[in-house]
């Protein structure tokens, strides 16, 4: 199964370990956005990949290239363009204080790029599914009707179409809310991927499901995700990440999925010291892609999906460098934490 990703790839710049910005006068610089994580973990898994995004020509872009083939991902409909290169800060928080990121992305490649810039026939040749997310359509206009364009191009081609709804209130700044975006293009998608304030602020689906309170009522997100489907016919499944954050390096982490019949919620893992929680979405969304494409049922691909999430947020960067070995032993209990000899 041939998956191909939609978006923005971006600079990674971050202050080091757990410092403030500029407490030391460096940053650490990698790449990393939401697509490009799920390409980089689906060709972890032994999937064929592809990422498609604009880029400026230039050596960053070089660089960015030569690390995704590095992992595998096919870069071959990548289209080279105006622009720049977009980039965003990240401080990690620690206990009570929370991470923060800052964008930098106005006038980026894909920003500026018009909904013709890419072909995506070509892109979606020989491919079986085609995944975005709802920080795409966020960037610009343009891009908002690029994603719309890109997700009834992969459904009039027979791909099975998932998003992650991904709601990022300080990218919705162009004019038009994320509802007036987001509720059209669902409407050509599959396989929905969410938390709670996604459905609210990109679907308005309202619901009192919540994660503060530290008690999780399964049954307000069984609930909540009836109405997206309700709402959406052509939707098969929607799958709701879990997060409990009990602070900004402990959090509790699970989800459910519901397909019209059967809902399902997994085990739950208790992660203490977070080394980075950056790309745990989009960790799990790979997973998920990965569990649908390759396990006979629904409960065995989000058990995947949250094991390998689980794994990434003992990993720095937002790419998930682990394979399906290692999530699958979770999945079978092997959570000590013990040397592998």
Same mark, same amino acid.
Request: proline fraction near 2%; glycine fraction near 10%.
């Given at each position: 199964?041939?998956v191909?990703?939609l978006?923005?790839?971006?600079?990674r710049?971050?202050?080091?370990?757990?410092?403030r910005?500029?407490?030391?006068?460096s940053?650490?610089? !990698?790449?990393?956005?939401g697509?490009?994580?799920?390409?980089v973990s689906?060709s972890?898994?032994?999937?064929?990949?592809s990422?498609?995004t604009v880029?400026?020509?230039n050596d %960053?872009?070089?660089?960015?290239?030569?690390?995704?083939?590095g992992?595998?991902?096919?870069t071959?409909?990548?289209?080279?363009g105006?622009?720049r290169f977009?980039?965003?800060?990240?401080?990690?928080?620690?206990?009570q204080r929370?991470?923060k990121v800052?964008y930098?992305?106005?006038?980026s490649a894909?920003a500026i790029?018009s909904s013709d810039?890419?072909?995506?026939?070509?892109?979606?040749?020989g491919?079986?599914?085609?995944?975005i997310?709802g920080i795409t359509?966020? %960037?610009?206009?343009?891009c908002a009707e690029?994603?719309l364009?890109?997700?009834k191009?992969?459904?009039?081609?027979?791909? !099975?179409?998932s998003?992650?709804?991904?709601y990022?209130k300080?990218?919705?700044?162009y004019?038009?809310?994320?509802?007036?975006?987001?509720?059209e293009?669902?409407?050509?998608?599959d396989?929905?991927i969410?938390n709670?304030?996604?459905?609210q602020?990109?679907l308005?689906?309202?619901?009192?499901?919540e994660v503060?309170?530290g008690?999780?009522?399964?049954?307000?997100?069984e609930?909540l995700?009836?109405?997206?489907m309700?709402k959406?016919?052509?939707?098969?499944?929607?799958a709701i990440t879990?997060?409990?954050?009990?602070s900004a390096?402990?959090?509790?982490w699970s989800?459910?999925?519901?397909?019209?019949?059967?809902f399902?919620v997994?085990?739950?893992?208790?992660i203490k010291n977070i080394v980075?929680r950056?790309?745990?979405?989009d960790s799990?969304g790979g997973?998920?892609?990965?569990?649908l494409?390759?396990?006979?049922?629904?409960?065995d691909?989000?058990?995947?999906?949250?094991?390998?999430?689980?794994l990434?947020?003992s990993?720095g960067?937002?790419?998930?460098?682990?394979?399906?070995k290692?999530v699958t032993a979770l999945m079978?209990?092997d959570?000590s934490?013990?040397?592998q000899?």
């Amino acid at each position: 199964m041939k998956v191909v990703t939609l978006g923005e790839i971006m600079l990674r710049l971050k202050s080091p370990g757990l410092e403030r910005f500029f407490q030391s006068p460096s940053l650490e610089a !990698t790449f990393g956005g939401g697509e490009a994580n799920v390409a980089v973990s689906l060709s972890n898994y032994g999937m064929d990949a592809s990422f498609v995004t604009v880029l400026p020509d230039n050596d %960053i872009t070089k660089a960015c290239l030569y690390q995704l083939k590095g992992f595998g991902v096919d870069t071959s409909n990548i289209v080279i363009g105006d622009g720049r290169f977009g980039i965003y800060y990240l401080e990690s928080g620690a206990n009570q204080r929370p991470s923060k990121v800052i964008y930098d992305r106005a006038y980026s490649a894909l920003a500026i790029a018009s909904s013709d810039a890419i072909d995506f026939k070509k892109a979606f040749d020989g491919a079986g599914w085609f995944h975005i997310t709802g920080i795409t359509p966020a %960037i610009s206009e343009s891009c908002a009707e690029l994603s719309l364009k890109a997700v009834k191009a992969a459904k009039k081609m027979g791909l !099975t179409v998932s998003c992650d709804l991904n709601y990022r209130k300080n990218l919705w700044k162009y004019g038009k809310e994320a509802k007036e975006v987001m509720c059209e293009l669902v409407k050509y998608v599959d396989v929905v991927i969410a938390n709670e304030e996604d459905c609210q602020k990109s679907l308005g689906i309202e619901n009192n499901a919540e994660v503060e309170s530290g008690v999780l009522d399964t049954k307000k997100y069984e609930e909540l995700a009836k109405a997206v489907m309700a709402k959406y016919p052509n939707v098969s499944k929607i799958a709701i990440t879990l997060r409990e954050s009990k602070s900004a390096t402990h959090n509790d982490w699970s989800a459910c999925i519901y397909d019209g019949k059967e809902f399902y919620v997994s085990k739950k893992y208790e992660i203490k010291n977070i080394v980075d929680r950056v790309g745990g979405g989009d960790s799990f969304g790979g997973g998920l892609i990965y569990g649908l494409n390759n396990y006979d049922n629904n409960a065995d691909a989000l058990e995947f999906a949250v094991a390998a999430s689980c794994l990434k947020h003992s990993i720095g960067g937002d790419f998930n460098r682990v394979s399906v070995k290692e999530v699958t032993a979770l999945m079978g209990g092997d959570g000590s934490g013990r040397v592998q000899r």
